[in-house]
């Protein structure tokens, strides 16, 4: 009997639970990690760009997180274009207000965290 009732169980847990364990999970910006991968993405993709002036994310879509061999997020975000500089020392920016200033744009970026060595690295972006 028991059997039959441990591969029915572990079937009917594993539907319950709506979700491939191991696979990509919806969370919140705001969770712990997801917005520092954010941060550093954005640091990352704006180093990457030959553009003068700083992108900065208008608004987050949706953000995963897959546990690996630490966190694996997977950040899709609307980006804009700000006044400020590249060079700019440290300066807050905020996207321009006027949509043809701001040329939004969509990125994903891929990035994985590992904190207790101190490690985060970009794996993928694609805007």
């Given at each position: 009997m028991w059997k039959l009732v441990f591969p029915v169980?572990?079937?009917?847990?594993?539907?319950?639970?709506?979700?491939?364990?191991?696979?990509?999970?919806?969370?919140d910006i705001n969770q712990e990690g997801a917005r520092e991968a954010l941060d550093f993405a954005v640091v990352q993709h704006n180093r990457g760009t030959n553009d003068l002036?700083?992108?900065?994310?208008a608004k987050v879509v949706k953000v995963q997180r897959q546990v690996v061999a630490g966190s694996k997020y997977i950040i899709t975000v609307k980006m804009g274009?700000?006044?400020?500089?590249?060079d700019s020392a440290n300066e807050l920016c905020a996207v321009h207000t006027d949509e043809a200033l701001a040329r939004p744009y969509q990125c994903t970026f891929t990035v994985w965290s590992r904190p207790w060595i101190n490690d985060?690295?970009?794996?993928?972006?694609?805007?």
């Open positions: 169980l572990a079937a009917v847990f594993a539907v319950g639970l709506g979700s491939l364990v191991g696979g990509p999970q919806d969370i002036f700083l992108s900065q994310v274009k700000t006044p400020c500089r590249k985060i690295r970009m794996l993928d972006e694609k805007c």
